[in-house]
């Protein structure tokens, strides 16, 4: 038992192994540009601990990423908080999520929380420009909604892959099922002709054997070849109902009519072949319908066949009656003069598959022993015979032999199923390309109006702005002016836009010196 614990342990060693060289790897990317930035001289005992806290902080990332993708995207997001450089694991972490997680409802809150975060956090508490914050706003929008969107197209993608799959399958197993019902229904065709037409003759045959077995105008030794030849004919007939018992599945039916007789011509057969038969049917039920005309005959055939091998010699009354709309039949012979003559047991095959064909034909069959030892078979049938599916009677085919147990797909719903990949993929691809643009969009109209509000100089009235002008005589002058750039001496100079859209970037600069303007120039885009 041990050794089979450890084998097991082994299997699952060996089968996780490959997902762990993908964290590795996956770990190695993303920890690169944090350890090679902290890893820079000069050293401190800071940055060893906030590189020693951050490569921990990614390992966590990686090892929750598999399970719970968006956990590993907010550690992600916090670590961006102490250090810029995990921006560069943003959109690593943000693709994993859309193609990991199977809903987006997670991922959504995440970066509605981020965005409304980063807003109040930079223009309510640090009081950053409007600048920044678009630029905030537009690093999560890049690096963390379009590779969260591209994440969950390729997700969609594999879903679409695989509803291909089962469709195929779907198809190939209903292709499959339909050859085996139509094989089921041939062979079920096959036994069911054999027992009717030469199980019955084979039957007579040996009701013919016995009669010359006991003729007393006959020698002993014609005697015992007649004797000899029923029993070869008995085996015979125990061998035909082993093969239809290979070839008949239980429930089997079939709807092939062997002989186009009629029960009184049925009758006269068994009556030529020596069966004292006699036949009282009313004239309306004589005239049936062709599926209850079927049936009844089969009762008929069947008992008679029973009859001549069972109970040879004995006289057999066969009526047909009919009550309103349905038919009456009954088979009942006497018992055998000379008693029951040796033979094979009987396994009551036919008597199980013609008590089938009755129900299957919505009728009862009743079949057994008399009290003076004969037997009697009485059946009623409905007029009106609706005729019975085979498929209903046969094993669903479509069953997976590799799936136990498992309900099979069917092809309606598997094209469904391919139906919806379908579309979540188109959908998935239009919102990929979209909404990065629509979400851009947005974030320009939200920064333009509060990036431009009483900035804008037009060209027009800067160049009629004269040097050494004060700075109250300057006619249009904007009431607020842009950030500097970062970088620029601001000693003295004012900067405005020209309401270039959508960043509105600085256009002009002014100087003043002493409350004078002393240069103006228009700044290069």
Not at 50 to 76: E, F, I, K, N, T
Not at 390 to 395: G, K, N, W
Not at 482 to 506: H, I, K, M, S
Request: aromatic letters at 6%; glycine letters at 10%; hydrophobic letters at 45%.
């Amino acid at each position: 038992m041990t050794r089979w614990r450890w084998v097991r342990a082994a299997r699952r060693t060996m089968a996780a192994r490959p997902a762990l060289v993908r964290d590795v790897l996956l770990w190695a990317v993303v920890a690169a540009p944090v350890g090679y930035a902290r890893m820079t001289p000069p050293y401190s005992w800071r940055s060893l601990t906030l590189l020693a806290g951050g490569l921990l902080l990614l390992a966590a990332a990686v090892a929750v990423s598999r399970r719970r993708p968006p956990a590993a995207l907010v550690l992600v997001v916090l670590g961006s908080l102490v250090d810029g450089n995990f921006v560069f694991a943003i959109p690593v972490f943000s693709y994993l999520t859309g193609r990991r997680s199977a809903g987006a409802g997670p991922a959504a809150v995440i970066f509605a929380l981020i965005a409304a975060g980063g807003t109040a956090l930079n223009l309510g508490l640090l009081g950053t420009g409007a600048a920044t914050w678009f630029l905030l706003a537009s690093v999560l929008l890049f690096a963390g909604v379009f590779p969260w969107l591209v994440g969950r197209y390729r997700r969609q993608q594999q879903e679409l892959a695989e509803a291909g799959r089962r469709h195929a399958d779907a198809l190939v197993r209903e292709e499959r099922g339909a050859a085996e019902r139509i094989r089921l229904r041939e062979r079920a065709r096959i036994a069911q002709e054999m027992h009717d037409s030469l199980g019955h003759d084979l039957s007579l045959i040996a009701l013919r054997a016995a009669a010359l077995e006991v003729a007393a105008d006959l020698d002993a030794g014609h005697r015992a070849a007649a004797g000899e030849l029923r029993a070869s004919v008995a085996a015979a007939t125990e061998r035909l109902h082993e093969i239809i018992g290979l070839l008949r599945e239980e429930g089997g039916s079939s709807l092939t009519r062997p002989s186009n007789e009629t029960v009184a011509e049925l009758v006269d057969g068994a009556r030529e072949a020596g069966m004292a038969v006699r036949l009282a049917a009313a004239p309306d039920a004589e005239e049936l319908p062709a599926l209850a005309g079927h049936a009844a005959h089969r009762v008929v055939r069947e008992a008679l066949t029973n009859a001549a091998r069972y109970a040879p010699g004995a006289p057999v009354d066969v009526r047909l009656t009919r009550a309103g709309d349905r038919v009456e039949v009954a088979v009942v012979n006497a018992p055998p003069p000379a008693g029951p003559l040796p033979a094979p047991p009987s396994h009551g095959s036919g008597l199980l598959a013609l008590a089938e064909r009755v129900r299957l034909a919505g009728g009862t069959l009743d079949a057994g022993p008399r009290a003076d030892g004969g037997f009697a078979v009485r059946a009623s049938l409905p007029v009106t015979i609706s005729p019975p599916g085979v498929a209903r009677s046969l094993p669903d085919a479509r069953q997976p032999a590799d799936e136990p147990g498992a309900a099979p797909e069917r092809p309606a719903d598997a094209a469904r199923r391919l139906h919806d990949a379908r579309r979540r993929v188109r959908r998935s691809l239009l919102v990929a390309l979209g909404a990065p643009a629509g979400l851009g969009l947005v974030l320009s109209l939200v920064y333009y109006p509060v990036a431009t509000a009483g900035t804008v100089l037009d060209q027009q009235t800067f160049e009629g702005m004269p040097v050494g002008a004060s700075r109250g005589d300057l006619a249009g002058l904007p009431r607020r002016q842009l950030d500097r750039p970062v970088g620029v001496d601001p000693a003295g100079c004012e900067y405005y836009t020209d309401g270039n859209f959508p960043l509105a970037q600085p256009t002009w600069r002014l100087c003043f010196a002493d409350g004078r303007l002393v240069s103006k120039e228009k700044i290069d885009q």
